[in-house]
DNA sequence: TTGTAGGCGTTATCAA
DNA sequence: TTGATAACGCCTACAA
């Protein structure tokens, strides 16, 4: 394994004129350079990136802590990894499964200089635990918090699922009954203070309909399938709290002979492959930007850049579930 | 930031001694640990890990590359990285976007150690240009390929393709067209294999239907579907390159008003949710164990250990569309 | 049981 | 245009 040494003293050169030519930097002449060079190739050389981090304190690392890989997660990974590609960043995954020490493994690694960042996708620790690490390096977040450590891509659910409510409404929807996620995530807050507001410009209950909470995934979905048949006061139409269960719910309904949107209809959300599949209406929510403002937003902090981040909105894809 | 120096001369003892406390080696004192841990907790000190990576000549972090993110993928990099986790070495993602130079950021990352291995799930570059830098490490990959240098945790195809075949015969399908990947992958030559064998078993025309090649996507699947309606010596049975194919083929036929299994059966290929979610019939592939298999080669190899590997092999799941 | 010294491979400052 | 030299923060013989 050659070393910067080594090749200085083949090229009858200092480690400094072998550093010079590796970064572009500083003057030397072009005969030298050409030398250098020549013996690197011949040695097969290529810099030592620890040595390069230790040296520069900063590794071009940055951490991204997510509980588990699945669609919307997936963008968010792929966009954002993308956009730190771009930028000379590599990406290192933190899958915490939800559990807070796993995801205390990656704030450590910020701390321990491993990574010079970290995008904590979907938090497993409480805000203030994350907070504490900020200042070993930028944090910032997917989910809505607001708190001058964490900066949050996040955007407001109230505006995307109010897009869904008002459609159903529309297409004379009466009877909605709202499937939310966890309720402490001010994501379904949000979603929340639509609903109401929601039903008090066209002055309906509220609480007419039974609503749900802690449901996501696919499986929840079909179990919602098979509530609806033995129901007795039976919801017309439901807001989903994302594609996955939608997607459940619309093909268990199928498999008991159920009608969407004919026995009721169903709106999914994020407009990912999976809803495109199954033809189900659904919110477009822009992950992918998101994603990338959250690398912005890092790079700004590191780099002390301020390159803008980009605006987003909500939109609604009507497709066959409504 | 406080250093391993710092710390030392606050405690009133030298930095090895601080060292040995941190790793645990070598003989201290009761009290001169308490002491130096209290220092150590006082200034919130925890060591570089920059620093011992550089001294110690590894990085205890492993690179995965691989193309995309998808249902096959994650379920490889999620046993990948819990594996990988649950020894102590954290995960660095490359998404490739089967861009041969972005791999090779992958393999340059390794040379340039940054990584300590790395596993390339579906790689870029051919296969000599991967081998040539498996002397900067261990490398290791999903796909077959023989070569000493890269070691893979490839299943045989050829068996799991089998158990589709036989099944569709044993339903009583006799015109099954076959959809395949890459026909330069290996895998796709074990399925070939497979399919020449089965015909030959039961006395078929190898070549009385087409067959399609470089399939894998939903899309593909979808455009399948309309192939099928406009073609006249129409296959009674689909054998699908993978289940994202086999789902946009089956809701595609849905949405053209054809009926499977009654107008063609399908059989996709991975077990993966979504084929679960729409009820197709497809062979289980092992995908999380043959991701802890590959993290144990990539121990074994690092470490000097000689951990072996799972036996793992194929399954077919019944379901709706066969 | 503890300390000293040298080195891991680079970069950056300063002088020449 | 180039070279010494001193860090970056840690580990590990070896000596005490």
Redesign the interface.
């Known amino acids: 394994m050659a070393n910067i040494r080594e090749i200085a003293k083949l090229a009858g050169v200092s480690p400094s004129t072998v550093s010079r030519v590796l970064n572009n930097s500083g003057y030397v002449s072009w005969e030298t350079r050409k030398k250098v060079q020549a013996v690197m190739e011949k040695l097969d050389y290529?810099?030592?990136?620890?040595?390069v981090?230790?040296k520069k304190g900063a590794?071009k690392?940055i951490g991204i802590a997510a509980p588990?890989?699945?669609d919307e997660i997936?963008t968010f990974?792929?966009n954002f990894?993308?956009a730190a590609?771009e930028k000379g960043y590599?990406?290192?995954?933190?899958?915490t499964?939800a559990d807070p020490k796993?995801e205390r493994?990656a704030l450590?690694?910020l701390?321990?200089?491993?990574i010079d960042a970290l995008a904590v996708v979907i938090r497993a620790n409480d805000w203030d635990t994350i907070a504490q690490y900020s200042k070993y390096g930028p944090i910032v977040t997917w989910q809505r918090v607001i708190m001058k450590e964490i900066p949050s891509v996040f955007m407001d659910q109230y505006e995307g699922y109010m897009l869904g409510l008002e459609h159903l409404h529309a297409k004379g929807y009466r009877k909605i009954s709202n499937v939310y996620g966890n309720p402490g995530h001010l994501n379904t807050i949000g979603r929340m203070e639509a609903f109401r507001d929601f039903c008090r410009k066209y002055c309906l209950n509220e609480h007419a309909l039974p609503h749900f909470y802690h449901k996501g995934s696919?499986r929840d979905g079909e179990e919602m399938a098979h509530w609806w048949k033995n129901t007795a006061d039976k919801p017309d139409a439901f807001m989903a709290p994302n594609d996955r269960f939608a997607?459940?719910l619309v093909?268990e309904a199928k498999?008991l002979g159920l009608n969407v949107p004919g026995d009721f209809a169903v709106c999914g959300f994020d407009n990912t492959?999976?809803a495109r599949?199954?033809?189900i209406t659904t919110i477009n929510y822009p992950i992918g930007g998101q994603a990338r403002n959250a690398f912005s937003i890092i790079q700004n902090r590191l780099e002390g850049k301020t390159i803008p981040l980009t605006g987003l909105k909500f939109e609604l894809i009507e497709r066959k579930t409504t």
Chains 1, 2 share one sequence.
């Open positions: 290529v810099p030592n990136l620890n040595a981090s230790l590794t690392l588990y890989l699945g997936n990974l792929g990894a993308q590609q590599n990406i290192t995954l933190f899958l499964n796993k493994d450590e690694s701390r321990r200089r491993q696919i997607a459940g093909s498999r492959d999976i599949l199954l033809d």
